[in-house]
């Protein structure tokens, strides 16, 4: 009797000692992600300049993004950078992935091209801001240089790459496009060396074509994997900060007409500028908004996707 107490007493012992693992994780997370969500939530309903107690103001602050033209404009800047760099990065990785699948082909070396592809992914988004903005510089970029010795251009009409309204947005969707299309061509890759080869082959024998292999096989089962990439593209786009920020100059040659200012950086402008006129209240708002228009879209996207054929 006393031998089964010990046992039980040394299993009890042995699982509390578990929770002490996990323990640190769960802290964190509590702190650094539950916490913050939860406190934006309240300071949202809340007039609140960043010091001093919150006022409570109910719905005001959503009333005032619903009204807010500048918030709309944000969001559509958004759109367009982010729908221009999907097309971009999802067609670049699906071309990719039909001549690195073909059996046709028979592409080797699919490791190295893939680190290669990869590479742009793993650079620091403030390098590759500060390598773009130097090779599109009007005046002395490198871009300009080369396409005036090419006679594209005529000398001395040098294209302001970064500070045109009606061009800004593409470079930055085009940028973008290069820094994460490794990305979804490698998601793409695993979901095709997912497929059985047998369909393949069986394809090639039968004489199908490169594209009608790929529109009758190859895309109907990457399906979950085009759900999963898509989705995701579209919570990063939406939430798109960096890029935009750091390649806008904010001086006589950049700061385009407002063309580069995302809802994140609208966002920014509320509840991280502006000293005491910070209002730090509607910026909580926004992000709620943001998360909501998000999480609607995503839903839709998801239903539209994943519907039976």
């Known amino acids: 009797m006393s031998n089964t107490k010990t046992v039980k007493k040394k299993k009890r012992n042995i699982d509390n000692t578990g929770y002490l693992f996990v323990l640190p994780f769960v802290i964190v997370f509590l702190v650094f992600s539950v916490y913050p969500v939860l406190r ?10 960043g010091f001093g107690e919150p006022t409570p103001v109910g719905l005001a602050n959503y009333a005032r993004v619903i009204k ?38 028979k592409m080797k070396g699919l490791g190295i091209f893939r680190t290669i592809y990869y590479l742009p992914n793993i650079i620091a988004a403030t390098s ?12 002395y970029g490198s871009v300009n240089n080369v396409l005036m010795d090419l006679g594209i251009i005529a000398k001395g009409a040098q294209i302001n790459w970064l500070g045109e309204p009606g061009i800004a947005p593409y470079v930055v969707s085009v940028v973008s496009t290069w820094m ?40 109907p089962l990457l399906r979950p994997i085009l759900i999963y990439v898509s989705i995701t593209s579209l919570i990063g786009g939406l939430q798109m900060f960096d890029l935009p920020y750091l390649m806008n100059d904010k001086g006589s040659a950049g700061n385009p007409a407002g063309s580069l200012q995302t809802v994140v950086m609208y966002l920014y402008k ?22 909501i228009i998000v999480m609607i879209v995503s839903v839709i996207q998801f239903k539209v996707m994943n519907k039976e054929d």
């Open 128 to 139: 590759v801001a500060f390598l773009f903005k130097t090779l599109l510089d009007w005046k």
């Open 180 to 219: 994460w299309f490794g990305n979804s061509f490698i998601v793409l890759m695993a979901g095709v060396q997912g497929i059985s080869k047998d369909y393949f082959e069986a394809a090639a024998i039968d004489g199908a074509g490169r594209w009608k292999t790929f529109g009758k096989i190859t895309l």
């Open 270 to 291: 509320f509840g991280f500028e502006g000293g005491a006129r910070k209002q730090v209240g509607y910026a909580s708002a926004i992000a709620y908004s943001l998360f």
């Open 68 to 105: 807010d033209k500048f918030f709309w404009r944000a969001l559509w800047n958004t759109v367009k950078i982010w729908g221009v760099n999907i097309v971009l990065q999802l067609g670049l990785a699906f071309l990719l992935t039909i001549v690195f699948s073909d059996v046709k082909y």
């Open 40 to 49: 934006t939530l309240y300071l949202s309903f809340m007039n609140y300049k």
